[in-house]
């Protein structure tokens, strides 16, 4: 499993312990949110919720250094948008700007995009998230019970 890296949130915390944990707590408390927004835009699937989510998720996970989560949320997040883009049959003023960033994305995750455009990569990217931020929640735990 990907270890964690709180050297950001630590300099941002220029030290102090205290505001580290505090970092953390906010972060555990905002996964249970980030699982449903995730899970429920999912089941409906409302791509355009599920890129949201994804990109909400992305921010905080990054923070507590867990690299590779991030980048597998930055991949749903654009893999929802594309698939977005894709089945949007009316006119949306978001379809213009959404397709605008998926034009601007790397050509590493637009090439990874185009080999993984299906439903069984979005189920794969948020199996890999539950399993990931329930390993990353204990271990924050245990840095909490540690300080």
Known sequence: MESIDLSYIRSVADGDEELVKQFIEIFIS?????????????????????????????SSIAS??????????????????????????????????????????????????SLNKNLNAVDELINFYNLRVDFAISELKNVIDKS
């Open 30 to 58: 905002q996964v249970p949110e980030f699982t449903t927004d995730i899970v429920n835009a999912r089941k409906t699937s409302d791509w355009r919720a599920l890129a949201a989510a994804a990109h909400k998720a992305k």
């Open 64 to 113: 507590m250094g867990l690299d590779e989560l991030a980048l597998n949320m930055k991949r749903l997040e654009m893999l929802c948008k594309s698939i977005y883009i894709d089945t949007k049959t009316d006119n949306d003023t978001m379809c213009d700007s959404i397709k605008a960033q998926l034009q601007t994305m790397p050509d590493e995750l637009k090439s990874w995009i």
